[in-house]
């Protein structure tokens, strides 16, 4: 026809295998796309009669796979699904241990709250004071002076009057300090009761005013010194008073 003109040559292309596979995945793709869209119901009540046609999975440079593809990924999915029940359990331990410290952080509050306010410590008990070591006896010496020291030692634990001056005074008039001395020459010898000692006492006045604590003879020279003064002193008010026999 006038005013076309066709081309002298058409050159020809040649698609290799690979392009032949490609083209066919991506009609295929493009296929189930439309089948997809197609195919899905209006409303939700979806059934197994409209699934769209399962797609043989292909690898990532677009060839099917092959059995060690489909095997490697059943390890990745293996690997996948044990990540995650290990981290399943991971979080169920976690939380069991969260839970088990939570009772016990209850546990322990209910016990401070009713156990009892603890008592307070004892006070140690006071060591008993000890008592005072005892004294050791006072010693005398075994003269007059002694004698008289000792009488007024035992006459003050009595409260029975009289002075080292007024005992020892009436001692030497009496017997000149001689604990035997025996008056046998006065009323009292010839009555059969003579005096007799330091302050010549007969024995009728020793017995009735003897001082307890000494003993019970008219010769000792503490007996018959506190004996003489508390007979003075009920007679006479104290052995200091005396001048002359009495």
């Not at 003064?229 to 052995?239: L, Q």
Request: net charge positive; charged share 20%.
């Amino acid at each position: 026809m006038p005013g076309f003109t066709l081309p002298r040559t058409v050159r020809t292309t040649r698609i290799t295998r690979a392009h032949k596979i490609s083209a066919a995945v991506v009609a295929s793709a493009s296929c189930a796309a439309a089948l997809a869209l197609t195919a899905a119901p209006s409303n939700a009540e979806t059934t197994a009669a409209h699934a769209p046609a399962a797609v043989k999975p292909v690898s990532a440079n677009g060839l099917p796979l092959t059995a060690k593809d489909r095997a490697d990924d059943g390890k990745k999915d293996q690997q996948l699904a044990s990540s995650l029940t290990t981290g399943l359990k991971v979080t169920a331990v976690a939380k069991q241990g969260h839970a088990a410290k939570q009772a016990a952080d209850r546990s322990a509050d209910r016990k401070v709250i009713a156990a009892p306010k603890a008592a307070a410590p004892k006070a140690a008990p006071k060591a008993a004071p000890k008592a005072a070591p005892k004294a050791s006896p006072k010693r005398y010496a075994n003269n007059l002076d002694g004698w008289i020291r000792e009488s007024l030692d035992i006459m003050k634990s009595k409260r029975i009057p009289g002075s080292y001056e007024g005992l020892h005074r009436n001692i030497m008039r009496e017997s000149s300090g001689n604990p035997n001395a025996v008056n046998d020459w006065d009323i009292n010898a010839i009555n059969g009761i003579p005096s007799k000692g330091l302050l010549q006492v007969i024995q009728p006045t020793f017995n009735t005013y003897h001082v307890s604590g000494t003993p019970h003879k008219l010769t000792d020279p503490v007996a018959n010194i506190t004996a003489a003064a508390n007979y003075a002193a009920h007679r006479y008010g104290s052995i200091d008073n005396v001048n002359s026999a009495y």
